[in-house]
C-alpha cells in the first residue's frame, strides 16, 4: 500500500525560510510524479509545486515561483519543498501528492492519486 509521510512543518516569522519533506513507500515508481498541494483556513486545496521523477520536470504556483523550490531525490524516495521568504498567506496544511500520467500540464485534486497526511505550516507576520 502507498504511503505518504511528510515532515518538517512548524511555525516561522514572515520572511524566514522552511523545509518540508515527504517520503514515499509501498509501489509508486518513477512513473508517478510528486507534488505538494497546501489548504488553508476555509479554502480549497490547491496545486503548489510539482517534479516529474524520471525527467525533473517542475512546475509551481504563480504565487509561490520564485520562493519556493521542490526537489526530489529517487534513491530515498523522497521529495522535498523548500520555502524562502515566507509570507502569511502562506499558512496552510501542506499535502505531499503523487499521480501518474502527468506531463507538466494542469495537476488538481482530482487527478490525484495519493495523499500525504499534511504537515502545517504557520507563518507569523
Known amino acids: 500500500q502507498v504511503q505518504l509521510v511528510e515532515s518538517g512543518g512548524g511555525l516561522v516569522q514572515a520572511g524566514g525560510s522552511l523545509s518540508l519533506s515527504c517520503i514515499v513507500s509501498g509501489g509508486t515508481d518513477s512513473r508517478y510524479a510528486m507534488g505538494w498541494f497546501r489548504q488553508a483556513p476555509g479554502k480549497e486545496r490547491e496545486f503548489v509545486a510539482g517534479?516529474?521523477?524520471?525527467?525533473?520536470?517542475?512546475k509551481y504556483a504563480d504565487s509561490v515561483k520564485g520562493r519556493f523550490t521542490i526537489s526530489g531525490d529517487n534513491a530515498k524516495n523522497t521529495v522535498y519543498l523548500q520555502m524562502r521568504n515566507l509570507k502569511s498567506e502562506d499558512t496552510a496544511n501542506y499535502y505531499c501528492?503523487?499521480?501518474?500520467?502527468?506531463?507538466?500540464?494542469?495537476?488538481?485534486?482530482?487527478?490525484?492519486?495519493?495523499w500525504g497526511q499534511g504537515t502545517q505550516v504557520t507563518v507569523s507576520s
Open positions: 501528492a503523487a499521480r501518474r500520467f502527468w506531463y507538466g500540464g494542469t495537476w488538481s485534486v482530482v487527478d490525484t492519486d495519493y
Open positions: 517534479i516529474g521523477r524520471r525527467t525533473g520536470f517542475t
